[in-house]
């Protein structure tokens, strides 16, 4: 599992995946950080703009809209101030080593 | 301000109202259909072409089976067009006529009233029948993108019409002779129609989707996927060939192996959709959804009897083919499918943007594991009973499977209703 982070702030990067672990993939049952879902946060300071890029385990998920819906609302929660994009997309697909460790035992492996 | 973009789209889901309905009709079907067999465990040894076979049958293909297929499809349209719904006003009307229409089909064939009543039931089911196909018509047009899966689900909308329009046809036929024959000799195309064109199409097209996405698989074969299109309704095409122009019954071996190929490698398609799934760990729905794949062999072995003792007309033989099909795969494949797709439409309905603010019940939350445990391992053990009594022709063993299959039918209920009323958890 590896996000791609633009901040010089990391605390803003903690803050951000905190409330993203509290995001929860309701098939799998597991949040969408360890799940590998999220690819990017690029946070741009001085426009107090935030771009998450984020991936589904399938393009066909009939939660998608759920998911995605979900995690906007977490980053306006932790960011209220701040312009917030929540950026959709299968390239590169998801795959199983998006997964993190924790996540990975989660789903029996 | 918030945006969602990129280059790939949300599947858009259908409103848990248009659903919903169909879900609850067909959970009722499937009690009464469990009663009535129970009732009439006797007609095994009579000629399919009675009340009492016939209403069974047509509880079981219509309440039952078409209604939950009707809203799974409903809600599933975009998962496998890549579109959307195209009109939730069609889709209440396809719930209006064929719910109204069934009952009439059902008490007709129960009294033997072949007139007035089965003849607007028939035509009631078969608007119904037009609504949906004109949805399932429009959206994929719409859509855009016409896959393996979009055919699969638009060719069984269209066998779905053959079948009812053939089964309207032949219910005027009672009173007023229309065809060249008398009704009878149709009812196994009326019957194939349906089982293979509608049932088998459509199952097999939602299936190869849906099984790999809750398994978390990303095994995908459309080569082998357009094989199975191609042998399903070339084996349905080739029946009716043979039936039409009265070719000796060893041709129907030909239709009945193309049947039996596309069911294999659609089996093969899902074990390897298994072998390479990311989540280990397999619920019970998908393990009764994976049973149901295997049960679709089961009548294969039954038609071989029905082929190899058909100048003998072995009545228990013949039933048990209908009995393997629609108490045995299809219901196998609703008890499962129901207990993954209904849940989620609740969760929607329930929990919808508010699982940010932490962890909501999971879907499969929404039910009791253990009832469902129950249902499924009674429903096994009744569905076991009643074939070996059918074949040995023992009214106990068929009575005690057909009181099994009526639990099963009231535990299903009483678990989709827990589903049905569930109430959002504070989070």
């Known amino acids: 599992m590896s996000i791609n982070v633009t901040t010089n702030n990391q605390d803003k990067c903690t803050e951000a995946l905190s409330g993203l672990y509290n995001v929860y993939d309701p098939e799998v049952g597991l949040n969408v950080v360890d799940l590998g879902l999220i690819y990017q946060l690029d946070f741009n300071d001085d426009e107090k703009q935030l771009d998450a ?33 929540v950026n959709l997309t299968f390239d590169p697909p998801w795959d199983y080593s998006k997964i993190s460790p924790a996540g990975k035992e989660f789903l029996g492996h | 301000m918030l945006a969602l973009g990129g280059p790939g789209n ?38 399919y072409f009675n009340p009492f076979t016939l209403a069974i049958t047509h509880v079981m293909a219509l309440g039952w089976g078409l209604m939950i297929i009707f809203g799974a499809s409903h809600q599933l349209v975009p998962v496998l067009i890549e579109g959307k719904l195209d009109s939730n006003s069609l889709a209440y009307a396809t719930f209006l006529f064929a719910g109204i229409g069934i009952p ?36 994929a047009f719409k859509s855009g993108k016409h896959d393996v899966h979009s055919w699969f689900v638009v060719t069984a909308a269209l066998w779905l019409f053959a079948t009812t329009f053939l089964g309207l046809l032949l219910v005027l036929n009672f009173t007023k002779p229309l065809l060249p024959s008398d009704s009878v000799a149709y009812l196994t195309i009326h019957a194939h129609l349906g089982i293979v064109g509608w049932f088998l199409l459509l199952v097999i097209g939602v299936a190869s989707r849906l099984i790999p996405m809750f ?21 349905l095409i080739s029946f009716l060939f043979f039936k039409l122009f009265n070719l000796d019954s060893y041709f129907y071996y030909i239709s009945m192996i193309m049947a039996l ?57 013949i039933l048990l083919y209908g009995f393997c099909i629609f108490f045995g795969w299809l219901t196998a494949i609703i008890l499962g499918m129901t207990f993954k797709t209904l849940p989620f439409i609740i969760w929607n309905r329930t929990y919808h943007k508010k699982a940010h603010a932490g962890k909501t019940p999971a879907p499969k939350e929404l039910f009791n594991p253990r009832i469902y445990n129950a249902m499924a391992i009674i429903y096994v053990v009744g569905f076991v009973i009643f074939i070996v009594g059918i074949v040995l022709i023992n009214n106990v063993l068929l009575k005690t499977g057909a009181i ?8 299903y209920v009483f678990n989709t209703t827990i589903a049905l009323t569930h109430k959002p958890k504070k989070i």
Not at chain 2, 28 to 44: A, C, E, N, P, Y
Request: hydrophobic share 50%.
């Open chain 1, 53 to 85: 890029t984020m991936t589904l385990t399938t393009q066909f998920c009939p939660m998608g809209e759920s998911i995605t819906g979900d995690v906007t609302q977490s980053l306006t929660t932790t960011f209220p101030e701040w312009k917030i994009n």
């Open chain 2, 10 to 47: 949300l599947q858009q889901t259908t409103s848990y109202k248009v659903v919903l309905p169909f879900y609850v009709y067909a959970g009722i079907s499937f009690i009464v259909g469990t009663i009535m067999l129970l009732l009439h465990t006797d007609v095994i040894q009579s000629h």
């Open chain 2, 104 to 139: 009439f089909i059902v008490a007709g064939f129960y009294g033997f009233n072949l007139g007035w009543m089965i003849q607007t039931g028939a035509v009631l089911v078969n608007i119904g029948v037009l609504c949906y196909l004109a949805n399932i018509l429009t959206s």
């Open chain 2, 215 to 235: 398994l978390i698989s990303k095994y995908t074969n459309n080569k082998s996927l357009w094989w199975i299109y191609v042998l399903i309704n070339s084996s």
């Open chain 2, 261 to 317: 190929a596309a069911i294999l490698l659609f089996t093969r398609h899902i074990k390897r959709a298994h072998k390479v799934r990311i989540r280990k760990n397999v619920d019970e729905q998908m393990k009764i959804s994976l049973l149901s794949v295997l049960q679709m062999l089961l009548p294969f072995v039954v038609l071989i009897a029905v082929l190899f003792l058909l100048p003998t007309e072995k009545n228990n033989i």
């Open chain 2, 404 to 411: 099994a299959l009526l639990i099963t039918a009231l535990l």
